[in-house]
Every structure is written in C-alpha cells, then in structure tokens.
C-alpha cells in the first residue's frame, strides 16, 4: 500500500512558480513510477507530468514541457514538481499518483493523494 499526500499549492500570479510536492508513505515506494495530474472545473483529468522508479526518465505534456519540473528523492519518500512561467490556464486541482509505469493514462496508476490547489491569476 502506498498512501499519498500533496502540498505547495496556493494563488499564485501570472508568471510565477510554485513547487507541488508529494508525501509517500510505505515502504515500497522506491518502486513505483509517479505521476503528476491535473483536473480544472468541467474537465477531465489530465496528465502532467512522470518520473520513473529510478528517477532516470521523465515525461510531460506538451503544455507544460519547459516550464514545469519533476524529481524525486527517493530517501526522502518526496516527488516534487516545480512549476515556473505559470499561466492562467494551469488553474486546475494537481494530484500526484504512484503507479507500475510512467505513463500517460489515469488508468496506470494505482494510488492516488487528494489533490492540492492551484489558482493562478492573470
């Protein structure tokens, strides 16, 4: 079992960073690819971003590549993304999620925190 917390969310401006990070517990975590995801109002989830078990592979997607960041500290149970050049767009509720490949779909992640909020103005 791996249970998931995030955090670093807040109203940020235009132009700004924030940095999400994500708490694992359990102590296979080491072993799982995680994920970043993102919901606005009346939408679908979404992908944002992945990282593989070892930390050697990340992906994103396409609107966010060049702006947002993700790592892992896998000591510290810890998976961060750093999100710089924020736009209004990015306003959404972003969970992280811990799954058996680094993937795009929802469907590939078995765990999943609470989300943590993001609201960025114009």
């Known amino acids: 079992q791996v249970q998931l917390v995030e955090s670093g969310g807040g109203l940020v401006q235009a132009g700004g960073s924030l940095r999400l990070s994500c708490a694992a517990s359990?102590?296979?975590?080491?072993?799982?690819?995680m994920g970043w995801f993102r919901q606005a109002p009346g939408k679908e989830r979404e992908f944002v971003a992945a990282?593989?078990?070892?930390?050697?592979?990340?992906y994103y997607a396409d609107s966010v590549k060049g702006r947002f960041t993700i790592s892992r500290g896998n000591a510290k149970n810890t998976v961060y993304l750093q999100m710089n050049s924020l736009k209004p767009e990015d306003t959404a509720n972003y969970y992280c999620?811990?799954?058996?490949?680094?993937?795009?779909?929802?469907?590939?992640?078995?765990?999943w925190g609470q989300g943590t909020q993001v609201t960025v103005s114009s």
């Open positions: 359990g102590r296979t975590f080491g072993s799982y690819a």
């Open positions: 990282i593989n078990w070892s930390g050697g592979n990340t």
């Open positions: 999620a811990a799954g058996r490949a680094p993937g795009t779909p929802t469907n590939e992640y078995d765990y």
